[in-house]
């Protein structure tokens, strides 16, 4: 993980190097080109495992908690070992690496049923399927695969990361401070109420004394920098919290930067004597002071136990962390299963392409991971477009009209995979002037296709959650659409859970249409929310694609750059005159 490895429970230092350290490029001119073949960017996940591993499939595996009590307690180099009833909301967060790469995993925490704390290093600087594993004593076996029968393990739906968060810097090895390395995980499905939440220091909350206090670490990480890949049992040790001074001194001697307004550090040890600390795999577990996280683990030098490890200062971050709780609920155009939203596109030779998203724009390439051929022989469709949910697997599919209007499907698996062969589950499609996709028109979480016929007219078709439909036959549900010459169809664009319909007039203004959850619409008349788009070819509704956990627009300009607008969630512009994240479009006629 490129500069920000952390901390296991080790007799050893944090196991975080300094920024800019491991091997990742500088970003080329600070955005993706999305012409050229990307070979995709070489850094690991905080601790990470060699080899092909299958990503477990969701939902409880046996009992919530791998075993009761204290569990076995011999002294591990500097912590015990511990049940994870002990620590309810303590998780593993691991992410299987796309081209089966292997796997990284670090240490969360519960904050909500459906929320988990951990560290944006954790979930935005590396491209996979990840998932939360909660209850386990050992997260993983010794062949890499998680301990089965027992715990929970969940998808994850979205993620909010620290927008100052400076991982763009340290790739181009022009920081010295690691700063804002937080991220909060929404998950797809709410945790068993066992796993409860761990109490936050507020902002600005004196939680501890330094110099005085000492702190619980927790976490998955492995006992000895040096071993690879390590055990990955659940582990606890006390360390002592140090002064700014003290920490300030420690991280400057190495040559790194050290915030006190939002970093603290803990631990004892040296060189000569190490001491209890978190190791690679415990980023973004909790640092404790009387039950309640005071810190998220973050990074360190040396070997674990050497040194003091740094942490992130929850009474910083607090309100930010719980203004997460309280978001609208998003559907990303994820491919991989990672909560992150990835494009699509195709070429003049009717390859499908896969543009990787690394849930973080502002990561110095736009937010692109990197980009691979996913599908053959799309060239003759007349249409091709993404579909969530139309099976009721909560699993992303893509549709394709061909030239006798035919309507065909091809599932994924949720992991970046197809799965089974392509079906033809409609005929009579040909001939729409317009075709657009919700997720949840009707309020019953059932996505629908949505078509303009030639003589205006609006029609919804609605899926069954089964892969069939409820209405074969369509319904009417407006007239008077063919001033439009674009649709977008973005979810619920003012935060209410009411989807939209967004169309582009000629003359480039945006209007946005609410359905009203029965059928038909709270503005039958519209609402302008733009003006100034003529110019765009593709405009593109995905989710969220700067990591704010907030709805974003993406547009193809006519010299083939996109340009990234960003939302509040509930309808307004954060930025409405938009920034370059990428260019080279012109190399694809199909953006989605």
């Known amino acids: 993980m490129a500069g920000i490895l952390a901390a296991g429970l080790a007799l050893g230092g944090a196991a975080a190097v300094a920024p800019g350290t491991a091997g990742q490029a500088a970003p080329a001119g600070g955005a993706y080109d999305a012409s050229s073949v990307q070979a995709g960017r ?3 996940l905080p601790h990470f495992r060699a080899g092909n591993f299958t990503p477990p499939t969701p939902g409880q595996k046996g009992p919530l908690f ?29 992410t299987y690496l796309d081209g089966n790469a292997g796997i990284g995993w670090c240490t969360g925490t519960v904050i909500a049923p459906n929320k988990v704390l951990t560290a944006a290093h954790c979930t935005a600087d590396g491209a996979g399927t990840t998932r939360v594993i909660a209850g386990h004593d050992q997260l993983l076996d010794a062949s890499g695969n998680i301990i089965p029968n027992v715990g929970y393990v ?39 109420s066992a796993y409860t939440p761990v109490p936050l220091a507020g902002q600005g909350e004196a939680a501890y004394t330094a110099g005085v206090d000492t702190a ?24 002592p919290i140090q002064s700014d001074t003290d920490c300030a001194a420690d991280a400057n001697a190495a040559g790194i930067g050290y915030d006190a307004g939002r ?22 577990g909790p640092l404790l002071v009387n039950g309640k996280q005071v810190g998220l683990t973050d990074w360190g030098y040396g070997n674990c136990g050497e040194h003091p490890g740094f942490y992130e200062e929850i009474n910083y971050y607090s309100n930010l962390i719980k203004a ?34 690394s849930g973080f724009s502002n990561d110095g390439w736009g937010g692109f991971w990197d980009s691979r051929v996913v599908g053959t022989g799309f060239g003759s469709f007349k249409r091709v477009f993404r579909v969530y949910n139309w099976n009721g697997d909560k699993k992303p599919s893509v549709m394709a009209v061909n030239s006798l209007g035919e309507l065909w499907i091809w599932n994924t698996d949720g992991k970046g995979n197809w799965y089974g062969s392509k079906k033809r589950i409609g005929t009579g ?99 302008q929310i733009g003006s100034g788009w003529a110019n765009y070819k593709n405009i593109i509704t995905p989710g969220d694609w700067n990591g704010d956990n907030m709805m974003d627009m993406l547009g193809v300009n006519s010299t083939y750059q996109m340009r990234q607008y960003t939302t509040n969630g509930y309808g307004s512009w954060i930025d409405a005159s938009g920034k370059v994240i990428s260019t080279g479009w012109n190399a694809y006629n199909l953006v989605f």
């Not at 970093?263 to 973004?284: K, V």
């Open 42 to 44: 070489s850094t690991k």
């Open 66 to 94: 791998q075993s009761t009590g204290t569990g076995a307690t011999p002294r591990i180099v500097g912590g015990t070992t511990v049940s994870a009833s002990q620590y309810p909301w303590i998780v593993g967060v691991v």
């Open 154 to 192: 969940a998808e994850v739906g979205s993620t909010w990361t620290h927008q100052g968060w400076n991982i763009a810097a340290q790739y181009a090895k022009t920081a010295s401070t690691i700063l804002d390395d937080v991220s909060v995980l929404t998950l797809k499905a709410n945790l068993p």
């Open 216 to 239: 619980d670490i927790v976490g998955y990480g492995v006992t000895d920098s040096n071993t690879d890949p390590g055990d990955t049992r659940l582990r606890k040790a006390s360390v």
């Open 263 to 284: 970093m603290l550090c803990a631990g004892n040890g040296t060189p000569s004597a190490p001491s209890a600390d978190t190791c690679g795999g415990d980023s973004g």
């Open 324 to 357: 997460d709780l309280t978001r609208p609920t998003l559907v990303n155009a994820d491919w991989t299963g990672d909560g992150h939203t990835d494009l699509m596109s195709r070429d003049g030779s009717g390859r499908l392409w896969l543009h990787v998203g």
């Open 429 to 527: 499609w040909g001939n729409f002037t317009a075709l657009m996709v919700t997720n949840n028109w009707l309020g019953n979480n059932l996505p629908s296709l949505m078509v303009r016929k030639s003589n205006g007219e609006l029609w919804r078709y609605t899926s069954d959650g089964k892969g069939g439909w409820t209405n074969p036959a369509g319904t009417r549900i407006g007239t008077g659409w063919n001033g439009f010459n674009l649709f977008l169809t973005p979810g619920a664009w003012k935060g209410d859970g009411k989807e939209v319909l967004i169309g582009r007039t000629s003359t480039g203004y945006l209007r946005m249409y609410q359905t009203d959850l029965k059928g038909g619409w709270t503005n039958p008349a519209g609402t």
